[in-house]
């Protein structure tokens, strides 16, 4: 088993002073990884009586070939319908039992399941979890109940909503090779598609411990916790799991643009980019970049894009911008628009294209960089106020291939950046042949 102790500083930074941050709270934190490859980090957080258990599991939808689709997110349901040893429904019933919180989340990347009990009964959650790691029971009856399940989210979600419906056809634009472009929730033909023996081998392929991550947060002392986890896990046998999918993308294919008519009141715009993450960016300032610019656009009403658009010019009723640095592969930076009524998809689209462009051309003033870096420290400082904070962004960055090491050193990167930076980055990134563009239409009268 390999074992490193560190402390962990959250760092709490006054406003006017970067360079020097002041640390406020020191959570000592644990990073261990057993003999069967199971990692596990367990935090010291004694603020209150409590305890968070996360496991990430390594795959998700990008893992996914067409035929499959779906798949991870049906097993997510069935991992809580029992094992051998806790059949039926009764994890469910322990943790309402014994006053605890469980829930999990499929994404691209990952399956995470998460357990928040009181302290005393960590035991309980890590005995859970490790039994059905490896003993779940794959019935017809809870297959059959929850497919359909599914399949009724996948209504809800995505079918009866022409946005989400149109955003998921935008990704096959948007990502031209990356296995990214492939919904979470699958496609309704190929949830129907699925049987039993497919669940069982996505199961024993990817549910192993050298394909997880443990994370525990709370009031513990870390070194008996790790005993605690060694007699559960310890013993779950390491499996070889299959290759996963490419996540890179290409850059510079060319434009791609998309017209959809659904049956929406108001048009919408969604403009994109190809961008890296911090997990495959060749210069790591990229990215943070990327997250400082994703902020001067869009980070309240007084962003420029907010500013700009809806309220100054008027024609636009609201603006998003999305980018996410801890993917493990190629990502988007992406741009949705709503008009005010009567304004044309194409002026919202010169008008972000204009706003681009200045930052192309334009350095961004001190004051404004200053002002956006800080808030975005702040924001990121609160997120991991509590326990599940800390433990969903340890979490989100190791399975993501990124070390949770960099959470205390992510502050100063974002400090770094440069009105240099932010010119070089657009130039680089936000160029008509890496980009898409979807415009989203009113079904016509037939």
Known sequence: MHLSIFSFTCLIFCTSAYANPQPKLTHT????????GLKVIIREDRRSPMVMTQIWYTVGS???SGNLSGISHVLEHMMFKGTSKVPNDEFTRLSRLYGGSVNAATFTNYTNYYQLYQKD??????????DRMSNLVLRQQDFDTEVKVVMEERLQRIDDNPRALAFERFKWVAYPTSHYRQPVIGYMKN?????????????QDWYTPNNAILVIVGDVETKTTLELVKRYFAKIPAKQTPERNDVLEFSHVGYRQLEVRLPVQVPHLYLAWNVHSLATAPN????????????????????RLHNNLVRK???ATSVSVSYD???????LFSISALPVNGVPLQDIEKALLSEIEQLKNTPVTSDEINRVITRHVADLIYSQDDIAGQARSIGTLEVNGLSHRILDQLPQHYAAVTPEDIQRVANTYFNRDNSS???ILPEQEK
């Open 284 to 303: 790591l300032q990229d990215a943070y970049t990327l997250v400082i610019m994703k902020n001067i656009l869009d980070s309240g009403i007084t962003s």
């Open 191 to 203: 949830l129907k598609a699925l049987d039993l023996e497919h669940l069982k081998k996505w199961y």
């Open 121 to 130: 009964f960590l035991a309980l959650a890590l005995e859970l979890e490790a």
């Open 29 to 36: 934190t644990l990073e261990a990884k057993l003999d069967n």
């Open 437 to 439: 563009s979807m415009y």
């Open 62 to 64: 990008r893992d996914e």
């Open 313 to 315: 010019q008027k024609i």
């Open 325 to 331: 640095s801890y993917s493990r592969g190629d990502n």
